[in-house]
């Protein structure tokens, strides 16, 4: 019997550790994970999680993978023999069923939007998130700062409740699918950083001479600088006014960093933005040319010239003519001894042969018995290459004049760049660019015409009576 009862031992024990074999391989089960959006839409994360085990057996559920833009707020699983659902954590398990699915649960992140109040988009440097599942309640965080806005309110989509309007730290809403929450930002209102005084000679008025010029641009007219406080719109289309000769007294910068002049347009006092004008003073601390500067004037509103026996003098009295019919009145006139020249015209071979004629920079003269100072300058032709070449035309001679004379008649250059030529384009208020008589390029075929806008810009230092005080 004894011998008997170890021969079934050994069998039983052969039975069931070939039992236990066998299953071994049998019970490893297979498994699927899943991952779908609350609407059942198949999701794929770039790094999938997987399952295994055998069958029976206790399996901590995988973290959640990321998925952009969604936000892992459950799973469900098909183990017919335990385990949980709902809600992930690190100790969320399973019991292995046979062809196990786990399928995890995204809910899409509402979509976080910044607008202004056009509608046009912002970028918060620090954009909020908000997550959670479908038919939560969540907090609507603070808006995020964004530089020269004030968020004013924000706009939700939820169908569920929620609310809208001014934010404030309880404000919550409903996560519903495809949730949209947009913050609405009001632009902050410029403010007048710095006011400045357009640089100007002692002897004219303090205003500094602009044309209008709006090219491209489509600039208004304000009564004071565009986006502060009290401004009101004068004139909706400074492109009306194009080319015209303005005025100006000051600048200001604003918070913005856009710049603001104050101009008078034909008797009116307007703001215009400072890139409307014709040359850009704010970005060259006033430098450069300007349309109009100093002048030969006397007191009288009179230039009286005394000419030496110059080479070109018949050239000379034809833009004297010229001018004098333009301006409707003798403003150009010989010198005689109750009328002491503030102009003298001479011939200067010595010039140097980039330059054929010249209006020197003006000087102060003390007269010695009367201690009277005056305003003298001279104006010269350069003789050794005026009459030669493309300088030998009368016409082009004369022209040579006309232009001189304009510059003692205040006018400035067009086209001039001033100190800063990359940021300042070549410019003139004649209709083709490079016919303007006080056009800067060169005196052939760069300077022909006496535009009606060189003939207004001299009336205006008239109808101003800039006329130094002597
Ligand atoms: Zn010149």
């Known amino acids: 019997m004894k011998k008997v009862s170890l021969f079934f031992v050994g069998l039983l024990t052969v039975l069931v550790f070939g039992l236990f074999g066998i299953n071994a391989k049998a019970d490893s089960v297979s498994s699927t994970v899943n991952y779908i959006d609350t ?3 198949v999701l794929t994360p770039s790094t999938p999680d997987s399952l295994s085990g055998t069958l029976g057996s206790k399996v901590t559920i995988p ?25 992930w954590s690190s100790s969320s398990y399973l019991i292995l069923g046979n062809n196990e699915v786990l399928t995890y649960v995204y809910t899409q992140n509402p979509t976080v939007k910044y607008v202004d109040t056009t509608g046009a988009a912002l970028t918060a440097s620090a954009p909020v998130s908000i997550s959670g599942t479908v038919g939560s309640k969540v907090t609507i965080p603070a808006p995020p700062t964004i530089p ?108 913005n960093n856009t710049s603001y002049s104050h101009i008078n347009l034909n008797g009116n006092w307007y703001w215009v933005n400072s890139l409307a004008l ?77 330059t054929p004629a010249q209006t020197d920079p003006p000087h102060g003269v003390k007269n010695l018995i009367t201690g009277v100072i005056a305003w003298k300058t001279n104006l010269s032709l350069n003789t050794s290459i005026v009459g030669q070449g493309n300088l030998a035309s009368l016409g082009t001679i004369e022209i040579l004049y006309l232009h001189e004379l304009g510059h003692t008649l205040g006018l400035g250059h067009t086209g001039d760049g001033g100190g800063n030529n990359s940021k300042i384009a070549a410019w003139s208020w004649a209709t083709a660019q490079d016919n303007d008589v006080m056009w800067t390029g060169g005196p052939t075929n760069d300077q022909e015409v006496l535009t009606s806008q060189d003939i207004a810009a001299a009336q205006l230092v008239r109808t101003l009576k800039m006329y130094p005080d002597f």
């Open 39 to 41: 609407a059942g839409v």
């Open 63 to 87: 973290t959640p993978p990321t998925i952009p833009g969604y936000t892992c707020t459950g799973y469900n699983e098909s183990s017919s023999s335990g385990g949980s659902s709902g809600g």
């Open 278 to 354: 014709s040359y850009e003073a704010t970005e060259n601390n006033g430098a450069g040319n300007y349309p109009i500067s100093i002048n030969m004037y006397n007191k009288a509103g009179e230039i009286r010239y005394e000419i030496d026996d110059v080479k070109y003098k018949d050239q000379f009295l034809q833009a004297v003519q010229q001018w004098n019919k333009a301006l409707g009145v003798d403003v150009f006139l010989q010198a005689d001894n109750d009328h002491p020249a503030t102009l003298t015209i001479t011939d200067n071979p010595n010039l140097p042969n980039t």
């Open 148 to 255: 020269g806005y004030t968020c004013s309110g924000y706009t939700e989509n939820s169908s569920s409740g929620g609310s809208s309007g001014g934010w404030s730290s309880s404000s919550y809403l409903i996560l519903g699918n495809n949730q949209v929450l947009t913050y609405v930002y009001t632009e902050n209102a410029p403010t007048i950083v710095s006011r400045t005084a357009y640089h100007s000679d002692t002897n004219l008025p303090q205003y500094q001479f602009f044309a209008l010029k709006e090219g491209n641009r489509a600039d208004g007219l304000y009564s004071a600088p565009f986006g502060t406080g009290s401004a009101t719109v004068l004139n909706t289309d400074a492109k009306n006014y194009d080319k015209t000769i303005v005025y100006a007294d000051e600048y200001v910068t604003l918070s």
